[in-house]
């Protein structure tokens, strides 16, 4: 199917990442042009900006697509929009508040023949692709991952997060989930979790998970939100091989305390470039595995109350 391009973009919620990785990437990418921003209190110069997805749709601005940037809890509304106006959707992860919402997308999405993105944007990160190849012939005997960094350096002034739906400390740690997926080789499954949430807030601050794989190996995760000092983005593969740690949230590849493969991070750009193969292929990207282990955690976490979050 031949696709013009650039391919017009409206990027919506004009927040964080919008800022910090969807404009550069978009602007370094010649398959795509952004054309107008739907934001209801920022705005970008010398571009079209409007407050709703309302107004942007009536203003005869043309596009082809959205970038989706929003907390996940406005997510499904402005994405179904979208789609049933004919745009093709890049959903920023997690890509709902809610399963059943992201499965509606994917019913609309190909009712009208539209591209619909879940993206994982650490399934980019530069040692993932690696880390996949380099365990795919190895006998694993452990896995466990470390996800410990400090809510109020990167996430400040994020209420959202704290809100039924925003994940808490699910939101980076989903991210975690997303590598674990894409590099073991087998399906994994919740067994236990421990959910430790503020008295004051709807959503964890910190998480211990244990999963067995459909071999039996045992794979865990600790997450938390108030780690000060060095953070860690890491996951660690015990092997018949040797010991495969991934660090500094996928970018980073070690085996036996050697360091293997490091890149220049282009997790965005990667997105990107998949986003315009997928809408020049007629296609779909729809996988909600890493939010479905979100959602077993909350269907089967023990909730522990922690002390209250005050930023
Ligand atoms: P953010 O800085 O809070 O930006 C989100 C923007 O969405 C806000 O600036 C806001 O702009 C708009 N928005 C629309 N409806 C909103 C609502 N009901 N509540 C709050 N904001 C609303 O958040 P972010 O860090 O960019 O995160 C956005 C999404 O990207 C999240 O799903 C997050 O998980 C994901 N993400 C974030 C990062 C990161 O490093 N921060 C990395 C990867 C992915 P207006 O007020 O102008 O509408």
């Known amino acids: 199917m031949s696709v013009a391009t650039p391919i017009r973009v409206a990027l919506i919620g004009l927040g964080k990442i919008a800022r910090d990785q969807h404009l550069p990437a978009m602007a370094a990418d010649p398959r795509f042009e952004l054309v107008a921003v739907v934001s209801r ?6 571009l079209p900006n409007f407050h709703t997805l309302d107004e942007l749709l009536a203003s005869g601005v043309a596009f082809d697509a959205v970038a989706l940037c ?33 499965e509606d997308l994917r019913q609309v999405a190909q009712a009208r023949g539209v591209t619909l993105q879940t993206t994982w944007h650490s399934r980019h990160a530069p040692a993932v692709a690696p880390a ?3 365990l795919s012939d190895k006998t694993i005997t452990a896995a466990r991952i470390l996800w410990k960094e400090d809510v109020r350096v990167w996430h400040p002034g994020q ?8 994940l808490g400390v699910f939101d980076p740690g989903i991210n975690a989930l997303s590598i674990a997926t894409a590099v073991l080789p087998r399906p994994f499954f919740l067994t236990s979790a421990t959910l430790h949430v503020p008295e004051n807030r709807q959503s964890p601050i910190a998480a211990d998970l244990a999963f ?32 495969l740690r991934l660090s500094h949230g996928g970018s980073r590849l070690w085996i036996d305390g050697a360091l293997v493969h490091e890149q220049p ?43 209250a979050f005050v930023e």
């Open 41 to 46: 209190h920022a705005e970008q110069a010398g």
């Open 70 to 102: 929003t907390p996940p809890q406005v997510r499904h509304g402005l994405a179904r929009q979208a789609l049933e106006a004919g745009k093709h959707v890049m959903l920023e992860k997690p890509p709902g508040a809610t399963l059943s919402e992201v």
């Open 132 to 134: 996949r190849e380099w």
């Open 159 to 166: 209420d959202w997060i704290w809100e039924p739906g925003g």
């Open 212 to 243: 067995v794989d459909t071999a039996g190996v045992a794979i865990s995760a600790t997450f938390d939100f108030l780690q000060t000092g060095p953070q860690s983005w890491d996951i660690e593969v015990d092997t018949d091989g040797g010991l």
């Open 265 to 307: 991070e282009a997790e965005y750009p990667g997105l990107y470039a998949r986003f315009a193969e997928l809408i020049a292929a007629g296609g779909s990207d729809v996988d909600v595995t890493p939010l479905r282990h979100v959602a077993d955690a909350f269907l089967l976490g023990r909730r522990v109350a922690a002390p």
